[in-house]
């Protein structure tokens, strides 16, 4: 059903840390909690964030309380706002665009996601009556974030989300229709289930999106061809649950929920290290 794992086009779309200048642990602010273990504001290097732009705890962030920075995706933006928007010129060397540079990149990675998610769209079989739909926005989310700074900073982005939301839930429809033939269609009537008890539950087809899953118990539920866009699984317990087919789900959804060797995942994502550790 899904080929994203043989989608080339996906490739400029996933972070390259070393064509990046550390924007993610520069531009972006975070506050302590359970996945920051202490305040940086927007625009302030992480302490952490080396010379030559790499972590110097990647590998041990969970360790050092920074599990909030193996949940985080730019879909590319990093790689394209440093090499491609200013061409190769770090903020450390020319610290007049830091400022722009640093609000520039969290524009750039919402385009950069909504790519993501339409050329999942775009690799699916249910969707070829709207491809010539799904290219052409495509071509146009990829134009803007080829703009210029000045025109970066300028874009409408709800007008924008709302286009591509458009063929996105078109999508879902589409995707979800085809289980939801043999049984009666899943319409969530909340949106939050922090902390419920879904375990067992069938939720086959139904439509997620947005939904707060936070430490819920999903163990060994049917999740089959459902719409994850952007649901919250922050320590969602996935042990044993059923996720294939599902569309819209990321890597870093899946790394930030809890899970084993029994939670069947779409093929395009793997399992995460610290499930089975």
């Given at each position: ?25 520069t531009a972006l602010p975070f506050a302590k909690s359970a996945d920051f273990s202490f305040d940086k504001e927007g625009g302030t290097p992480c302490t952490n964030l080396r010379a030559d732009y790499r972590c110097g705890i990647h590998q041990d962030l969970r360790e050092n309380g920074l599990k909030g920075c193996t949940v985080y995706e730019c879909f590319g933006a990093g790689q394209k706002v440093s090499q491609v928007t200013y061409n190769g010129k770090d903020w450390r060397s020319d610290p ?182």
């Amino acid at each position: 059903m899904n080929a994203m794992n043989n989608n080339d086009s996906l490739d400029p779309l996933r972070a390259d840390c070393l064509e990046c200048f550390g924007l993610c642990c520069t531009a972006l602010p975070f506050a302590k909690s359970a996945d920051f273990s202490f305040d940086k504001e927007g625009g302030t290097p992480c302490t952490n964030l080396r010379a030559d732009y790499r972590c110097g705890i990647h590998q041990d962030l969970r360790e050092n309380g920074l599990k909030g920075c193996t949940v985080y995706e730019c879909f590319g933006a990093g790689q394209k706002v440093s090499q491609v928007t200013y061409n190769g010129k770090d903020w450390r060397s020319d610290p007049a665009t830091a400022e722009e540079m640093f609000a520039v990149f969290p524009i750039v990675q919402q385009i950069q996601e909504m790519l993501w998610y339409l050329h999942e769209a775009l690799a699916l079989e249910v969707t070829t009556s709207f491809h010539k739909e799904l290219r052409v926005q495509i071509e146009e989310c990829e134009r803007l974030t080829r703009e210029s700074p000045e025109n970066i900073l300028r874009i409408n982005l709800p007008e924008l989300r709302a286009d591509v939301n458009k063929l996105l839930i078109l999508t879902s429809e589409r995707v979800r229709s085809q289980i939801q033939k043999k049984k009666s269609p899943k319409k969530m009537r909340r949106s939050d289930f922090i902390g419920a008890n879904l375990k067992g539950a069938d939720l086959a087809g139904a439509d997620l999106r947005g939904a707060l899953l936070i430490a819920a118990d999903l163990r060994g539920a049917d999740m089959r061809v459902t719409d994850l866009i952007g649901a919250d699984l922050r320590d969602a317990d996935l042990r044993g649950a059923d996720l294939t087919g599902c569309i819209f789900l990321t890597q870093v959804q899946v790394n930030a929920a809890k899970g084993d060797s029994s939670t069947k995942l779409p093929s395009y994502l793997k399992i995460p290290a610290h499930w089975v550790e």
